[in-house]
């Protein structure tokens, strides 16, 4: 079995290396190395029959593709690339934010928009305004007009506060910076100028008491004058039959007359006498007192009387304050 191996032995390269190491010089080099690239080349397109890209298309679409259209069609589509990538973001994020309606319609409409047109008429129809806010105007404000109608309890200007500062007001109006009118929270009035009025300014008169009382009245029952009696006792004689009202002044009674209209009470109440208040004594005498602030039934203490009359609006009086049946007191507000 030995024998056979010894007599079949594999060649050895040792040979091919002394065959070459025969060949001379350079040449022999240069056949190592020819046969070391041929080995380890990969073969080329040319070398297996396939042309590159260019020389496979034919002459005008290369000259298409070298020219300035392959730039504009390379901005192109990467323009669409990028509105691609922007509306899918922007569509992303508004999906991240997007709340739904709270109710079905027309529920939760937001206010419609004041535009700033004129219509046919002049006059937005049947338009309101519900700001939760403040309001700044550079021009004039209107409010009402000749043909609208108030009922109920409207009001053509309304405003309502829950408490206000010493300095804070209901209502000012100045003139370059220069108070001319002024409402404070309490509702006291303050103005600088005069006032022209074409009606009544001022309490006028309302009517009379139903009952009649003599001038010794008894105290105040009830309410924040209870107890006291006198002036207070006859103004709530009034209080009584007309909420707010008081006993009539003298120059309440004229100034009624002067601004009245035909159906106004005072010239409705022809024929009737009675009690007003006139304060201190208008007479010589010191006994014309308002029966000493409505205290006395004395004969010789006298209070002041007003006759009515339609046609004239009456006059001023005296009479002593011991009427048995006593007279019905004027009433104003």
């Not at 190395?33 to 298309?57: C, D, N, Y």
């Not at 504009?72 to 922007?90: K, Q, R």
């Not at 009245?260 to 208008?282: E, H, K, L, M, Q």
Request: hydrophobic share 35%.
């Amino acid at each position: 079995m030995a024998a056979k191996r010894k007599a079949t032995p594999k060649s050895s390269p040792t040979p091919r290396r002394k065959i070459s190491a025969k060949k001379s010089g350079g040449a022999a080099r240069k056949s190592v190395r020819a046969r070391r690239v041929s080995r380890r080349s990969v073969p080329t397109a040319e070398a297996v029959g396939i042309l590159a890209p260019e020389q496979s298309l034919p002459s005008e679409v290369r000259r298409a593709q070298s020219s300035p259209f392959r730039l504009v069609a390379a901005f192109f589509g990467l323009a669409l690339a990028l509105i691609s990538v922007g509306g899918f973001v922007i569509h992303t994020v508004n999906a991240a934010t997007y709340t739904p309606p709270t109710a079905l319609p027309p529920g939760g409409n937001i206010p419609a928009i004041i535009w700033n047109r004129a219509t046919s008429s002049g006059t937005q129809v049947n338009a309101s305004i519900d700001i939760d806010g403040g309001v700044s105007s550079g021009g004039m404000s209107q409010f009402g007009k000749n043909t609208l109608p108030l009922t109920g309890s409207q009001n053509l200007i309304y405003g309502n506060v829950q408490s206000g500062t010493a300095n804070a007001s209901l209502l000012l109006l100045q003139n370059n910076g220069v108070t001319k009118f002024r409402v404070d929270p309490n509702g006291n009035v303050s103005y600088a100028g005069g006032i022209a009025a074409s009606g009544c300014f001022g309490r006028v008169f309302l009517g009379l008491t139903a009952s009649t009382y003599t001038p010794s009245l008894a105290a105040v029952s009830s309410g924040p004058n209870a107890g006291l009696a006198g002036y207070y006792s006859a103004d709530n004689a009034c209080a009584s039959q007309y909420a707010g009202s008081h006993v009539c002044k003298s120059d309440e009674l004229l100034e009624s007359i002067q601004c009245s209209t035909p159906s106004d009470p005072i010239r409705t109440n022809g024929g009737n006498f009675a009690w007003v208040n006139s304060g201190p004594p208008g007479a010589s005498a010191f006994n014309a007192s308002d029966c000493l602030g409505w205290t006395s039934v004395s004969a010789s203490i006298f209070g002041r009387v007003w006759a009515f009359d339609n046609v004239t609006g009456g006059r001023g009086t005296l009479t002593g304050c011991n009427i048995p049946v006593g007279l019905k007191y004027a009433c104003c507000k």
